[in-house]
């Protein structure tokens, strides 16, 4: 039985499928089609054409709901009339770049004594009872950090996924479908182990850090309780910086740049590696942290940017 309610729940259907076959993740877009089919189904009942008057219909609907979701709602709509029209149906799709980006989120560079003050906000975290979140977050805030992993390889690791006894994580569910092994180290190694111990986490839940219910955290319970350490970490701050839990990825990259510019290496040399432990598809993504680093380091002999520049072509606004 279909998921979809509205006259396009078919067409839904089959374009999940279709990116699915293609070896994309769906999921984000899944869960976009979904409100863009309800808003059909109980406003426009009748329609089965994808009209002008339904797409701008949905997305001012969605920006009172979303202001800061804009973007991505009009990319889904958008993509949503292309297939439509691919397969024969009569729709109408929306101009690319029709909404033009305002900002781009900046990523955070914590800095060393604001890691010492968060990391120990997180392990003095207190809940009543003891919960699943105060053991939790010491653990699952660390491996992202440590391994430089995005945080739904974190949050969503499976138990048979994570290998104690050699420190290693096969690491599924991720940006394009780009598998890879990431290794521990020994401390990570024995900081997991001491968290299945003290767990009293549902131990048949498939997950490696379940909720009380079993299942995985979602990426806004987890942002949330990122913010929060954050806060703590940083009580007397007028102006605080907004972090997302994402960036303790983008502090893993720049301090593993930061060692092999200390070292003398040749960051050019090294890109190579950080882009496969990190899961990257091109070099590009991986170049990009050299472009974040402070300014007293980038201008060191170890970077060449000549080459690197050739590796950043220009962003475009909308990625389908």
Sequence with gaps: MSKFLSHFAKAMESMLEYRTALGLSVKTLESRLTHVDRYCA??????AILTKEMVF???????????????????????????????????????????????????YIFTDREMISLFYAIDNLQFKNKSTESLVAPVLFRLIYTCGLRPNEGREL?????????????VTNTK?????LVVMSDDMVA???????????DRNSEYFFPRFDGKAYTASQIDRLFKKCWEMACPDAVDLPNVRTYDLRHRHASARLNRWLD???????????????????????????IHILPENIVKTAGVNWDALNNLLPEVSLWQS
Excluded: V
């Design 158 to 170: 499976l138990h048979r996924n994570i290998n104690l006894d050699i420190g290693e994580i096969f």
């Design 263 to 289: 070292g003398g290496r040749d960051l050019n040399a090294m890109l190579p590696y950080l882009k496969a432990y990190m899961g990257h598809n091109s070099l590009n993504e991986t170049a990009y942290y």
């Design 57 to 107: 219909g949905w997305l001012d609907y969605r920006q009172e709901k979303r202001p800061d979701a804009i973007n991505a709602d009009a990319r889904s709509i958008r993509q949503l009339g292309a297939y439509l029209s691919a397969i024969g149906c009569e729709a109408y799709i929306l101009p690319e770049g029709f909404y033009p980006i305002k900002s781009i989120f900046s990523p």
């Design 176 to 180: 394009m479908k780009k598998e890879r």
């Design 42 to 47: 109980d406003n426009h009942p009748e329609s």
């Design 191 to 201: 900081l997991c182990r001491s968290y299945l111990i003290e767990s009293k986490a």
